[in-house]
């Protein structure tokens, strides 16, 4: 038997979903979309159903990329059964669907969920009156808590669903419209689908050039039998049913959870204490992680696996392995590892808080209160949460873009986290402004972290001016009332998020680091090749390619084939580069805890503005491969993984190497100064242009009944094509 | 007037919907015309605006709200 789970965003459809399905699970993508697609199987004795979860979605007109995927689901698989779950306390939104999914000839049954929430706000729901109405059956069930999924699965399998039949009546005058697409097309559903949006709505294979033309003259003839527009004459017929029924069925009670979700909101969204708390909660959540709590978990782990490293290198001397098992072992695999999974209980605080936020309802509220702030370089008010995560670690950062809905935002976010300046990048910055900007440290780290936010929002707004053009960031965002998260969700929901990074570390990424660790440790030494020490990486294969390469660096202000190598080590881990100045430099003693052991040999290897072109670049260039491998599974496409490490490089080259070039003009440093306040206003006033002109364009003119007095200057307003709501909602991305 | 001109602890009643981008989500989302809107409030910076319809919460965008016609309404606080 196969079934698909149709409900709303925060219908609680994925706590269902998880309930009937238990651990067995798979996630994938849907085919040549970047959707996740799960799927599960239902066990209890004597049956067996495999389970689709849906995307959530508010209504099967095709206006995003969930909706088609679920719209095309419907109609194109072989289901046998939809259960439609409906959010029994916001249920006059949720009948919307399942009013349009009673327009398909699915079979169906409806989870009416959220029963404890209508008992708690002692509302009082008929749901045998709504079972007789709608003529599906109806079982009410509390997914949370678990209640009623066990009668919900018996119902299933004791029934047989194939000959249900059920119809949603529309008013007589709609009906006899449909009933004319229909006999044209066939099917009922197809014609409710062409009635409301019209061509795009049907599979044009299917359809012969002479029926459509027939079908648009019909569509064209009868619209005027309707006061409303074609696409909402559907929507309102369904909505004026859904009140008569609410108000028969439903007895709402005017106090309850709804107050408390108001009174909550008086405060966490209010014009003075919204943006302080959620500055507040975000430092909270910083401070867990990389504060003392984080770095104390951390430290710990840190020692236990170098204690893991000792043992095995012990462990393999006293086999008597060959020297370079033991090294690939210990250096290789496990130095690698260490390095990655050393952030993991970071990154399990993040995502911990993250789910808490989300499960509870404060995530909505915190993009509401933030949106105007992104809306200005094109993003939506969601990207926020995922790019100041930025600051701290790009990894947890990239994985939270999920929260945001829509695919093109989603990849811009992505793209742009790297150029954040993230925790790691911080020792560089500490020991070069150490080492040679003395009293002006501070200024020097200060400003790389603006670069980083600067270079950030100049490309997410690059991005959507072109290969995103056409997509701008909508917002339209439903608020959840505020729920109590529960243990057992937020953990599942960090242990899942921790353990696709795990599988990751533990499969690409170790494969990675045996490549790595093959480059740095092996090398020609007096003309042959063997195994090298920790302080012969000059003679390594890597310290080879950073020589060579050295000339491609010269412009942005290499001096010595010792920074090009450590900025490739780089790759593994950002505090990487600040260690292997230290092993290159020949420094005993650890350069990470003790940055200043580094000042001499750096202030006698660059000079001020080289060091500053090198930080610039170390900060820009392409991010740690942990943080790739979260963006190739964000983005789901090597295309686009390589695009995003093209890009990303080449800013950081062009940008060090203005800084350098620049900085080297004679008159040296007054003139970048001068330069730099100059290129400063200047970015400074296109952003601002951007913003004025963004702020007013509309859609089109057409319909707008402000065309009289139209506020914006007539040639914008009449340029501007019409947006093509298809694709103007969603991007369509090629992978 | 529009839903934009709307000031928070005000409610009105939708008259049409002019917006041709995201103009489908905002129909099936229940802003279909005679629904009764109250705007509950403003975002701190100004923009987005959060209203309350068919008993949930939504918000949107001034751009958005610029587009809807409404007619104002003495209604209760829903």
């Not at chain 1, 210990?330 to 130095?335: E, I, L, M, S």
């Not at chain 1, 690409?508 to 042959?528: E, N, P």
């Not at chain 2, 709200?65 to 007619?71: K, L």
Request: proline fraction near 4%.
């Amino acid at each position: 038997m196969k079934l698909a789970l149709v409900g709303n965003p925060n219908s609680g459809k994925t706590t269902l979903f998880n309930r009937l399905t238990g651990s067995n699970q798979s996630v994938g993508n849907w085919p040549g979309v970047t959707v996740e697609k799960k799927t599960g199987k239902i066990r209890t004795s004597g049956f067996e159903a495999e389970v689709t979860d849906l995307p959530g979605i508010y209504s099967l007109s095709t206006i995003s990329l969930e909706e088609e995927i679920a719209s095309r689901f419907i109609q194109e698989e072989k289901i046998d059964l939809v259960i439609n779950i409906v959010d029994a306390s916001n249920l006059e939104r949720n009948l919307f669907l399942t009013l349009q999914l009673l327009d398909t000839d699915r079979p169906m049954v409806i989870a009416l969920n959220c029963m404890d929430i209508l008992q708690k706000n002692l509302d009082n729901l008929d749901i045998e009156g709504l079972e007789r109405e709608l003529g599906v059956p109806v079982i009410p069930i509390t997914a949370s808590q678990a209640h009623g999924v066990s009668d919900l699965v018996a119902f299933i399998s004791q029934r047989d669903f194939s000959a249900q039949t059920h119809v949603h009546r529309y008013s007589e005058a709609i009906e006899s419209v449909l009933s004319c697409f229909q006999s044209l097309l066939g099917d009922r559903f197809l014609a409710v689908r062409y009635f409301e949006d019209g061509i795009k709505a049907l599979p044009s294979a299917l359809i012969t050039q002479t029926v459509l033309d027939e079908l648009e003259a019909l569509r064209a003839k009868h619209s005027d039998d309707f006061e409303l527009d074609m696409d909402m004459v559907l929507p309102e017929d369904r909505y004026r049913d859904i009140e008569r029924m609410c108000r028969r069925f439903l007895v709402k009670n005017p106090v309850g959870n709804r107050m408390l979700t108001e009174k909550i909101d008086r405060i966490v969204t209010s014009r003075w204490l919204g943006i302080p708390l959620f500055a507040s909660l975000m430092f909270l959540v910083f401070f867990l992680a990389f504060g003392p709590v984080g770095t104390w978990i951390t430290s710990w782990f840190v020692f236990g696996m170098d204690y893991i490293i000792a043992l095995i290198d012990k462990g393999a001397t006293s086999l008597g392995m060959a020297e370079w098992v033991s090294s690939l072992l210990t250096n290789g695999v496990f130095g690698g590892l260490a390095a990655v999974v050393g952030f993991l209980p970071q990154l399990m605080i993040l995502f911990f808080a993250m789910s808490l936020l989300e499960d509870s309802g404060y995530m909505a509220r915190a993009a509401f209160i933030m949106d105007r702030t992104l809306s200005r370089f094109g993003l939506s008010g969601k990207a926020f949460i995922p790019m100041l995560i930025g600051f701290g670690c790009s990894v947890p950062a990239i994985v939270s873009t999920r929260t945001i809905d829509r695919d093109a935002d989603r990849k811009v976010t992505t793209m742009v986290i790297p150029f954040i300046s993230c925790g790691a990048k911080a020792p560089i910055y500490g020991v070069f402004a150490g080492a040679l900007f003395f009293n002006y440290s501070y200024l020097i780290v200060f400003s790389m972290y603006l670069l980083g936010i600067a270079v950030a929002i100049l490309s997410a707004m690059l991005f959507k001016k072109t290969i995103f053009r056409g997509a701008p960031a909508n917002y339209i965002l439903e608020l959840p009332e505020y729920r109590l998260p529960t243990p057992k969700n937020t953990l599942r929901h960090t242990w899942e998020r921790s353990k696709s990074f795990l599988v990751k570390a533990g499969t690409v990424l170790l494969g990675a680091f045996i490549i790595i660790w093959f480059f740095s440790y092996f090398g020609f030494v007096d003309s042959t090749f063997r195994l090298l020490g920790k302080d012969e990486i000059e003679n390594s294969i890597l310290g080879f390619i950073g020589k060579i390469i050295l000339p491609v660096f010269k412009p942005i202000g290499f001096a010595s084939w010792q920074s090009s190598v450590a900025i490739m080590t780089g790759f593994v881990a950002k505090e990487s580069v600040v260690g292997t100045l230290g092993i290159l430099y020949g420094i005993t003693g650890d350069v990470i805890q003790n940055g200043s052991l580094l000042y001499e040999p750096i202030r006698q290897a660059f000079t001020p503005l080289q060091a500053y072109a090198f930080m610039a670049f170390a900060l820009l260039a392409t991010p740690c491969i942990a943080a790739l491998s979260a963006m190739k599974k964000e983005l789901r496409s090597w295309k686009w993984l390589m695009f995003a490490i093209f890009y990303e490089l080449l800013v950081a080259y062009l940008v060090a190497m203005a800084i350098y070039q620049l900085g080297s003009l004679p008159l040296g440093r007054l003139l970048s100064v001068i330069l730099a306040i100059l290129l400063g206003t200047i970015v400074f006033f296109t952003i601002f242009r951007i913003i004025k002109k963004k702020g007013v364009v509309c859609d089109s003119c057409s319909g707008c009944n402000l065309a009289d007095n139209c506020h914006l200057p007539k040639k914008i307003a009449y340029d501007k094509t019409p947006i093509d709501k298809k694709s103007g909602d969603d991007h369509e991305m090629s992978d | 007037m529009t839903l934009k001109d709307i000031s928070p602890g005000e409610s009105c009643v939708i008259r049409n919907i002019n917006l041709n981008n995201l103009r489908k989500r905002i129909i099936d989302m229940g802003l279909t015309t005679g629904t009764l809107v109250f705007v509950r409030k403003v975002a701190p910076l100004g923009d987005p605006i959060e209203i309350h319809l068919r008993g949930y919460s939504l918000t949107l965008r001034k751009t958005e709200a610029r587009m809807i016609e409404v007619e104002k309404s003495d209604g209760v606080k829903l």
